[in-house]
C-alpha cells in the first residue's frame, strides 16, 4: 500500500517563500507520476501542478506558472513543490497525490486521476 505524507507548510508573510515535500512509501516510485493539489477554505480542491513518473516533464495551473516548481527524486521517493511569491490567496491545504503511470510523457491536474492522497499540509499566508 503506497502512502504519501506531505510537509512544508506553515504561516508565511505574503511575499515569503515555501518548500514542500511529499514522502511516498513505495519501492517503485519511479513508476508514478504526482500532482499536487489545494484546496482554500469554502472551496473546491484544485491542482496547482504535476509531473511525470520519470520528472522530466511537468505542467503548471496557470496562475502559479512562475511562482511554484514541482519536482521529483525518484532515489529519494520524494517530491517536492517550491513556492515563491506568496500572496494571501495561496492559502489553503496542500495535498500531493499519486498515480501509477510509468512511460508517460504528460501528466494532468484532474484530481480523479489520482488514487494515492496524502494527508495534507496546511499554507497559511498573511498579508
Known amino acids: 500500500q503506497v502512502q504519501l505524507v506531505e510537509s512544508g507548510g506553515g504561516l508565511v508573510q505574503a511575499g515569503g517563500s515555501l518548500r514542500l515535500s511529499c514522502a511516498a512509501s513505495v519501492r517503485t516510485f519511479s513508476n508514478y507520476a504526482v500532482a499536487w493539489f489545494r484546496q482554500a477554505p469554502g472551496n473546491e480542491r484544485e491542482g496547482v501542478s504535476c509531473i511525470t513518473n520519470s520528472g522530466k516533464v511537468s505542467i503548471y495551473a496557470h496562475d502559479v506558472k512562475d511562482r511554484f516548481t514541482i519536482s521529483k527524486d525518484n532515489d529519494k521517493n520524494m517530491t517536492y513543490l517550491q513556492i515563491n511569491s506568496l500572496q494571501p490567496e495561496a492559502t489553503g491545504v496542500y495535498y500531493c497525490?499519486?498515480?501509477?503511470?510509468?512511460?508517460?510523457?504528460?501528466?494532468?491536474?484532474?484530481?480523479?486521476?489520482?488514487?494515492?492522497w496524502g494527508q495534507g499540509t496546511q499554507v497559511t499566508v498573511s498579508s
Open positions: 497525490a499519486a498515480d501509477w503511470n510509468p512511460g508517460s510523457h504528460m501528466c494532468t491536474m484532474v484530481s480523479r486521476r489520482y488514487g494515492i
